[in-house]
T-cell receptor, first 113, second 112 residues
Framework: GDSVTQTEGPVTLSEGTSLTVNCSYE??????LFWYVQYPGEGPQLLFK?????EKGSNRGFEATYNKEATSFHLQKASVQESDSAVYYC????????????FGSGTQLTVMP | EAAVTQSPRNKVAVTGGKVTLSCNQT?????MYWYRQDTGHGLRLIHY???????EKGDIPDGYKASRPSQENFSLILELATPSQTSVYFC???????????FGKGTRLTVV
């Protein structure tokens, strides 16, 4: 079945440094890819999505490029802030047939002031 | 504003007892999902539904049943709760193609 693998956490960074969270996926079909973010006490919420290969998604300074050849979708931010501290999830859904939404294991990010 | 409401928010159950977790969405979404969240495992899909009357097995359905009596409501049922089912459970809803999926705030279940 479909699967998503992402950077093992936790990740601790200082404010102003750069972030990369690796995500790779396996699917036999053509997926739509997502990054979700979860703050303490809340459910996950959509950060951004990218439905098409070789396109980039972005929001709040975070970005990721859907690399179909490498089956990767790494999350990046040039300069993290303390308010970015959260759990980040890579996810995919197939573009047809089953509408399962499959998540990676999550990466806990802590940003120190 | 998209809304997914879970009840109860916290539940303590005894081993062998029956537990029902409820979810209501006002988004008029066809797709609904139940996940459990555990440290080291992220969000794992238990059951999902394409609409009223339908339920499908996700990746970890053993020990769980689901019910979708209407577009708005989707329940997760533990007929014989076990301590291994202690977890945080999230319900979510999504429209066609899952353009955006909205989550509830979660239910913390402890089975003692």
């Amino acid at each position: 079945g479909d699967s998503v693998t992402q950077t093992e956490g936790p990740v601790t960074l200082s404010e102003g440094t750069s972030l990369t969270v690796n995500c790779s996926y396996e699917t036999k079909q053509y997926p739509t890819l997502f990054w979700y973010v979860q703050y303490p006490g809340e459910g996950p919420q959509l950060l951004f999505k990218v439905p098409k290969a070789n396109e980039k998604g972005s929001n709040r300074g975070f970005e990721a490029t859907y690399n179909k050849e490498a089956t990767s979708f790494h999350l990046q931010k040039a300069s993290v802030q303390e308010s970015d501290s959260a759990v980040y999830y890579c996810a995919l859904t197939q573009s047809s047939g089953s509408w399962q939404l499959i998540f990676g294991s999550g990466t806990q990010l802590t940003v120190m002031p | 504003e998209a809304a997914v409401t879970q009840s109860p928010r916290n539940k303590v159950a005894v081993t062998g007892g029956k537990v029902t977790l409820s979810c209501n969405q006002t988004n008029n979404h066809n797709n609904m999902y139940w996940y459990r969240q555990d440290t080291g495992h992220g969000l794992r899909l238990i059951h999902y539904s394409y609409g009223a009357g339908s339920t499908e097995k996700g990746d970890i359905p053993d020990g769980y049943k689901a019910s979708r009596p209407s577009q708005e409501n989707f329940s997760l049922i533990l007929e014989l709760a076990t301590p291994s089912q202690t977890s945080v459970y999230f319900c979510a809803s999504g429209g066609t193609s899952n353009t955006e999926v909205f989550f509830g705030k979660g239910t913390r279940l402890t089975v003692v």
